[in-house]
């Protein structure tokens, strides 16, 4: 069964926010920071879930996947054990593919969606830093 293991903040200023939850919530960097073309972000963890606080590097590339470019909560994922499971059931529910990134290119891997309410949500099966695998600690990611 698909978990919820991944939350991203839009954020003019990634390292104040990430101290702020690091400092108030005893969060954990997890990994240097990354700047991508993309967007830079740093990895926090609580153990379970994955904190990605990002600035995105253009309101257009803020739009594309998050469907809007104003600060605040950009989009969240699912850890799920199954990609094909996972897209086969988002076509029956009509869910939209809203971008995808090659495997072989990127440090992870994940598909961003739309739900019904058009909110961006991203599914993976290979785990966010940081965060607990579907089956526990006996699954692997690609963050072990």
Sequence with gaps: MPKLRHLALHTADPEAT??????????????PKNDSPVAEA???????????????????IAERLSGSSAFGLSHFGF?????????????EAGSELADSRDPGHVVFYEEKWKGPDGVTFDITDVGFPGALPPGGLEAKSLWS
Excluded at 18 to 31: L, N, S
Excluded at 79 to 91: G, H, Q
């Design 18 to 31: 990430a101290e702020f939850y690091k400092r108030v919530f005893d969060m954990e960097q997890v990994g």
């Design 42 to 60: 740093i990895y926090l963890t609580d153990g379970t879930l994955n904190l990605t606080v990002l600035r995105f590097k253009s309101q257009e």
């Design 79 to 91: 850890w799920t054990e199954s990609m094909e499971e996972t897209k086969r059931r988002l076509r």
